[in-house]
């Protein structure tokens, strides 16, 4: 089962590319950038990754984006990225990134992209991987905040195919920035919103992403099974859920594999993605085999989980037809 998850083209559309950041990329990046790191070795730095909830994520998150200065720095941060995603057989990748963790200390916004957009072109001619950006607004600051950056972004936008929301949930529902996102929305923008897993007021968040925001997918979602009403809302719109079991298991203490095989059996088109892989130690293809040790899925049905993600991707139609058209004979083979 390792060799066939190993060869199995792959789709992966939950990847924060900050959350990329290698402890080794990250030595590399202070020396060159003539920062001290609190932490004496990579292994030392490895051993601080504990982590129990969002929040006490989140502090070591954002700490360590702040090695992230130049745009060869975003560069070379997104191609160790898609290089392991080619590895890995990753045939197509939408990355989140998030400029306001850059721009709010004072790194411009257009050094994020640059850097960022000219690795996803060598990665598509080098390595042969293809991949979008999505750009994330940190729930945690204030939607005129928001709203400026998505102002901002928008000399940029044949660059972007969407828009998404993360960070701190705890009181920062999506309604927060519904007027964002409908300026979003206005300027051509696809839209994705995190639901973090067992968030205070998780249902209610959801309900505002689907039925006020009308987001396009959603990303977590699994507490979406405590509403039968949005699962068929869900169901009833082809929606997707981007889900991340390894990443669940370290802020929640539980993969959410129950919950995950539910919305399989239930035909809700459910996806797994890696979330923060150098902080969980586990890319798309880790994150795949630990869903099948807890669940004993067979092959069709890892296959099937390829699938929705290749249909739910933000591509044209012919173009995910191709690449369902590789899952399906990688299977047949």
């Keep these: 089962m390792k060799d066939f998850v190993a060869g199995l083209p792959k789709c992966e559309l939950h990847l924060h590319i900050e959350g990329t950041l290698e402890p080794e990329l990250k030595f590399e ?14 292994a030392e730095m490895r051993a601080a990754y504990t982590f129990d909830s969002l929040p006490s994520f989140l502090t070591i998150y954002y700490e360590s984006m702040r090695v992230l200065r130049t745009e060869p720095d975003f560069y070379d941060l997104a191609m160790a990225y ?10 197509y990748a939408e990355i989140f990134f998030d400029p306001q963790a850059h721009t709010s200390r004072g790194v411009p916004f257009d050094v994020v992209i640059r850097g960022l957009r000219r690795a996803l072109m ?3 001619t080098q390595l042969g991987v293809r991949a979008q950006l999505i750009m994330c607004f940190l729930r945690d600051f204030q939607a005129e905040y928001a709203m400026a950056t998505l102002l901002e972004s928008l000399p940029y936008k044949e660059w972007i195919v969407g828009v ?6 705890k009181g920062n529902p999506p309604a927060k920035f519904a007027a964002v996102y409908e300026r979003a929305r206005q300027e051509g923008y696809l839209l994705t919103m995190h639901c973090d897993v067992d968030q205070d007021d998780a249902i209610e968040h959801i309900r505002q992403a689907v039925e006020d925001i009308g987001v396009n997918r959603i990303d977590h979602g699994v507490n979406i099974l405590e509403d039968q009403r949005l699962v068929e809302t869900v169901l009833a719109r082809g929606m997707g859920l981007t889900c991340c079991p390894v990443s669940n298991g370290f802020v929640t203490g539980s993969l959410k594999a129950e919950g995950i095989r539910k919305l399989m059996d239930l035909g809700v088109r459910v996806t797994i993605s890696s979330d923060d892989p150098a902080y969980f130690a586990a890319y798309v293809q880790e994150n795949l085999l630990a869903l099948h040790d807890a669940l004993q899925l067979s092959r069709e049905e890892l296959a099937q989980l390829q699938r929705n993600a290749f249909e739910i991707a933000w591509l044209p139609r012919h173009v995910k037809d191709a690449y369902v058209a590789e899952v399906d004979a990688y299977v047949a083979g």
């Design 29 to 42: 990046l202070a020396a060159r950038n003539g920062l001290e790191l609190p932490y004496s070795s990579v």
């Design 164 to 169: 998404g929301l993360d960070s701190d949930e």
């Design 122 to 124: 060598d990665a598509e």
């Design 82 to 91: 898609l290089r392991r995603a080619a590895e890995q057989n990753v045939r």
